[in-house]
């Protein structure tokens, strides 16, 4: 095994990384990221709206130039000694696919319709949708479809997305003949594509996002989608009943993406995952080891043996499914649906006047070197103010609630603000409020009885803001780990590689030698938990408040 490499590609929100390693070891031999140019640019995109969707070919041209850039960095002999290829991306992040398997997005009819691309998990215009799906659910007289994504749907989620498009678009919704998760498509593309049908779709994605679940001989029946519309029954027969786990083989990578990457054809390529949920795995998640991808938001992973959970359903998550994360254990999901982004937002608010009223010709040399350095001044400064200053208090529902219950239609607040609040005291709250929101989700797990015995860290703001890691231990009361591994999900698929590779015969024992350990660990501050007690009460009181003036408002309307 020492001769042999695997190679994981993840796709994360602004870009896909490719990182090559060792399969006997988990060394890394070359890396590389390449940006999606067309999302940075913003084409497609309303945030005003909530609308986030991705061109295929951002991810066609990028997937390309970032293995191709890895192995090259890894050296001359390497790419003839891969041995398998697996892929994670976001999600749930669904796409129209034409009867070939094209998607609707590199047709030239459809190539500036943004509802013809895939639409990226953090797009919210279905929210609308997701509540009709969940009244149904409830009402309908037949099987409660939720049961397994913790009762309660989301706008973030493949079925409303869907129905939010086909509604809207009555051209796309004629020319799709499916749809499929990004984390299906990568995989199928590198395969050579071929008839939709025969695709191996993720058991991750499926049963997480989809409603997918064993019991209900695979999605929701054509009878409770028909009463949703009539489309989505017609639409459930090109789709599937069986998923695969990400130890299994989608198929082997096609000559001409062999060409396209400089790899031998034929390797095999695995089944697709979510990028939450390969990180986990290399982070090295354990059973009952709350594993916390922090980046832009969260995704909260946790696995236990299916012996433990028995027919135990945990209210308010984002699903549980046999074998999503580690295949033989319960994947269960939870997350928040913003946390690197609460904090980006408020440094472009503080930002604006230099982005704006600045003359052009200093604005991008002083603006852009100013905003660059805002968090890390903001972050020393808050940690020099008082750490029983609780006063101002934030909700951190700026993008609305993943988890525990999810509401897209909330919003974020501040309150205890005066005209002598400093903007390091706002940051402050911030970063509070969002280990408020993990708190939650800690609760919702230990009171449907699933216990917590650990809590590991992996992500951008997990390793690069010691002071927002500190201030969650301190709100959680527990020790955090803080993985090795800067690129843990990109490592999670290549563990995955090497199983699917046959080089180890489970996904676990790649874990054990090829994961990188715990860089760092942080431990909660006795004379602070008191503290945060008394502010994680007013931040569920704030909460309350917030959710009952949003249901209020939402009667007056209707």
């Known amino acids: 095994m020492d001769s042999s490499f695997v190679i994981g590609v993840d796709f994360g929100t602004d870009s896909v990384r490719a990182l090559v390693v060792n399969a006997s070891d988990g060394v890394q031999a070359g890396t590389a990221v390449a940006e999606f140019p067309r999302w940075r640019d913003g084409r497609w995109c309303d945030p005003a709206a909530n609308q986030f969707r991705q061109h295929p070919l951002d991810h066609i041209e990028s997937l390309q130039k970032a293995v191709a850039d890895a192995l090259g960095q890894a050296g001359a002999g390497v790419a003839a000694r891969v041995r398998a290829v697996s892929v994670d991306t ?55 479809f939720t049961r397994y994504s913790g009762g309660v749907y989301s706008s973030e989620w493949f079925w409303s997305k869907i129905l939010h498009i086909c509604r809207r678009n009555p051209a796309v919704r004629q020319a799709a ?40 001989d695979g999605l ?24 695969w786990t990400a130890d299994q083989a989608a198929g082997r990578l096609s000559d001409e993406w062999a060409g396209r990457l400089g790899l031998p054809a034929g390797l095999p390529v695995g089944v697709g995952a979510f990028d939450a949920h390969m990180g986990a795995v290399g982070a090295q998640i354990e059973p009952y080891a709350l594993t916390k991808v922090i980046g832009t938001s969260t995704c909260d992973m946790l696995v236990a043996p299916g012996r433990d959970v028995g027919d135990r359903l945990v209210r308010g998550i984002c699903g549980q499914v046999d074998g999503s994360v580690i295949p033989g254990m319960v994947g269960m999901e939870a997350g928040q649906s913003a946390f690197g982004d609460v904090f980006a937002w408020f440094r472009d608010l503080l930002a604006w006047p230099m982005e704006n009223l600045l003359p052009e010709r200093l604005r991008a040399e002083l603006a852009e070197g100013v905003r660059s350095g805002i968090l890390s001044e903001l972050t020393r400064q808050a940690e020099q103010l008082p750490s029983e200053e609780t006063a101002v208090l934030a909700l951190d529902w700026l993008n609305g609630r993943r988890t525990p219950d999810a509401d897209q239609r909330l919003k974020g607040a501040l309150t205890g603000l005066t005209l002598g609040t400093s903007a390091p005291r706002v940051f402050k709250a911030l970063v509070e409020s969002t280990a408020f929101g993990s708190r939650l989700i800690v609760e919702r797990f230990e009171q449907e009885g699933i216990k917590i015995a ?10 690069r803001s010691p002071y927002a890691m500190q201030v969650l231990a301190d709100v959680l009361g527990r020790r955090i780990r803080i993985s090795a591994c800067e690129q843990a999900c990109a490592l ?55 959710e009952q003036q949003t249901d209020q408002a939402a009667v007056s309307a209707s």
Not at 127 to 138: D, K, L
Request: charged share 20%.
């Open 90 to 144: 976001t999600g749930s992040t669904p796409g129209p696919l034409d009867g070939e398997g094209l998607p609707l997005g590199l047709h030239e009819r459809f190539a500036d319709d943004p509802d013809a691309l895939f639409v990226l998990w953090k797009d919210h215009t279905a929210v609308a949708e997701a509540g009709e799906i969940n009244r149904t659910a409830r009402s309908w007289g037949g099987t409660d």
């Open 492 to 546: 999670g698929a290549a563990m995955f590689a090497a199983t699917v590779a046959g080089l180890y015969p489970q996904v676990q024992q790649a874990q054990q030698a090829m994961g990188a350990g715990f860089s760092r660990e942080f431990t909660p501050r006795p004379a602070l938990v008191h503290i945060y007690d008394e502010a994680y009460e007013r931040y569920r009181s704030l909460g309350g408040f917030v």
């Open 177 to 216: 003949h499916t749809w499929m998760e990004h984390c299906d498509w990568v995989p199928w593309l590198l395969c050579g594509g071929g008839a939709p049908a025969g695709v191996k779709r993720s058991r991750c994605a499926a049963g997480h996002k989809a409603m997918w679940h064993a019991s209900f």
């Open 454 to 463: 650990d809590v590991i860290a992996l992500g951008g703001v997990a390793t």
């Open 220 to 243: 929701p029946s054509a009878d409770f989608l028909g009463r949703l519309d009539p489309h989505l029954a017609v639409l459930r027969s090109r789709l599937y009943t069986q998923t």
